[in-house]
């Protein structure tokens, strides 16, 4: 009877001891973390490379980067080279692809194109002025048939003009009066520069007109006068009205069209917040001898062209050759930049024939006259 009791109390406590494993493996299993598909998904699809499409010059080297843990590769190794971290290099011209793969299987390419590298670089601008606080900007230009996607800027003199941004596009800025050079330099070495003149941040400026009349359809265009020995690259112009007075172009010589009878107001801005204005009345074309109209009788600060003030006379397209105007006492023939306040004495000068057409003007008058209008002689040329 004892053994039996026995027999029955062992089974009892082998169930519960059964039990009580069961329970904490069931605890075990619920509190194991397990991968949620979703999750992992979701990392996959997100995986992005800092660059989708590049060109880039023979021999040239850049950096990829992902937003995940990665393996790279290389679909051309003749072509395209890639190492651990990321650093491509390119071996010849043609076209691969850079893929990256994450640790689940998911991929993402990059493409590069090829090209020869650079065998020169120039500058958008030759010569610039700025006034004192005033920002721009500096693209540098290769030959179409090259690639380079590394190009850096410095400065020459970084307590005059101070870089902002020294990669691909040259950004800097004016911190006082004088002169520095702000250059920009390829990977396999080449460089151009660009002459930065810093004048003081113009206190006042002025139209070469406070009102003139239109008739409707006419155009015209206005030039600004800074205050004396400064300078301001960034001239905006605006309309009160475009309804009235529409604006055709905006920076430095504004020039507008008149729309509709009626009074708008033309405004220029200089980059530190200096302001004028001219009075824009729009007749009908009905009325009768408008006070100041554009056309070939026009003077030149009347007319539709480029324009400067009204002591440099005789606007008109640039000659291919510099020639000497009949008075001499007037002056000589000037070619104009209105875009960096720069003159050429010389059409053949290299930067002279690289000015925009908009940008283009020709002018009889004196040095003195136009560095007291802002502008500064070439280094070329002049």
Known sequence: MKSFTLKKQLKKAICVCLSAFTLIGIACTVNVPVQDTAVIAN????????????????????????????????????????????????????????????????????????????????????????????????????????????????????????????????????????????????????????????????????LNKSSLTLKVGQTG?????????????????????????????????????????????VTVRTYNGKEASCKVNVVSNASSSPSKTTGKSASPSQSTGKTVNQSSSTIGKSTSKTSVPANQSQGMYYILNTNTLCYHKDAGCRAAKRINPENKATVISTPEKLMAEGYTPCGICS
């Open 221 to 265: 265009s206005l030039n600004s006068i800074l205050s004396s020995d400064s300078a301001s690259s960034k001239r905006t112009f605006r309309t009160s009205n475009k309804n009235i007075v529409s604006m055709t172009k905006t920076n430095w010589s504004g020039q507008f069209k008149a729309v509709k009878t009626g009074t708008a107001w």
């Open 43 to 206: 990392a996959a699809s997100n995986l992005k490379l800092d660059k989708s499409v590049v060109s880039i010059g023979k021999n040239e080297s850049i950096k990829l980067n992902a937003n995940q843990n990665v393996k790279w590769r290389t679909s051309s190794s003749k072509i395209l080279t890639v190492t651990n971290s990321g650093k491509v290099t390119a071996k010849d011209k043609g076209i691969a692809w850079i893929t990256a793969t994450n640790v689940y299987g998911q991929e993402v390419s990059c493409r590069f194109n090829i090209k020869n590298a650079p065998s020169k670089v120039s500058m958008s601008q030759s010569v610039l002025s700025l006034g004192v606080g005033e920002s721009y900007s500096l693209n540098a230009i290769i030959p179409d048939n090259s690639a380079c996607a590394s190009r850096t800027f410095r400065t020459s003199n970084s307590n005059l003009v101070k870089m902002t941004r020294t990669n691909w596009q040259g950004q800097f800025k004016a911190l006082k009066t004088g002169t520095a050079w702000v250059t920009v330099r390829t990977y396999n070495g080449k460089e151009a520069s660009c002459r930065i003149n810093v004048k003081k941040a113009p206190s006042s400026v002025r």
